[in-house]
Nanobody, 127 residues
Framework: VQLQASGGGLVKPGGSLRLSCAAS????????IGWFRQAPGKEREAVSC????????YSTDSVKGRFTISRDKGKNTVYLEMSSLNPDDTAVYYC?????????????????????WGQGTQVTVSS
């Protein structure tokens, strides 16, 4: 199983990016998927997640209204659309799979509940 996060880069404050999480050897549709981030010197933080059933989404307060998580089932990919970015969003972003909640209508913003992790993609917000 491999997860690959991509789409990071350098963006100016107020800008937008779309991160992608693609998988091989695993069908993402079956599972809850989460996005997390870790800034230098800080603990890993949950950003957003999407449930395996009905695609219910949850986001941490700091990104509500700015970040949107979604799936493309045909491409076996989960996206994180980020807008109105600010320097506090600078971090390495990771996607992860929660296999325990297969078929559930909820997902959780707890990194310990996720058992497959991709390598991260760097997002830098700076003028």
């Amino acid at each position: 199983v491999q997860l690959q996060a991509s789409g990071g880069g350098l963006v100016k404050p107020g800008g937008s990016l779309r991160l992608s999480c693609a998988a091989s050897g695993l069908t993402l549709d079956y599972y809850a998927i989460g996005w997390f981030r870790q800034a230098p010197g800080k603990e890993r933080e949950a950003v957003s997640c999407i449930s395996s059933s009905e695609d219910n989404v949850y986001s941490t307060d700091s990104v509500k209204g700015r970040f949107t998580i979604s799936r493309d089932k045909g491409k076996n990919t989960v996206y994180l659309e980020m807008s109105s970015l600010n320097p506090d969003d600078t971090a390495v972003y990771y996607c992860a799979v929660d296999r325990f909640r297969r078929g559930d209508y909820v997902c959780v913003l707890e990194s310990g509940e996720y058992d497959y992790w991709g390598q991260g993609t760097q997002v830098t917000v700076s003028s």
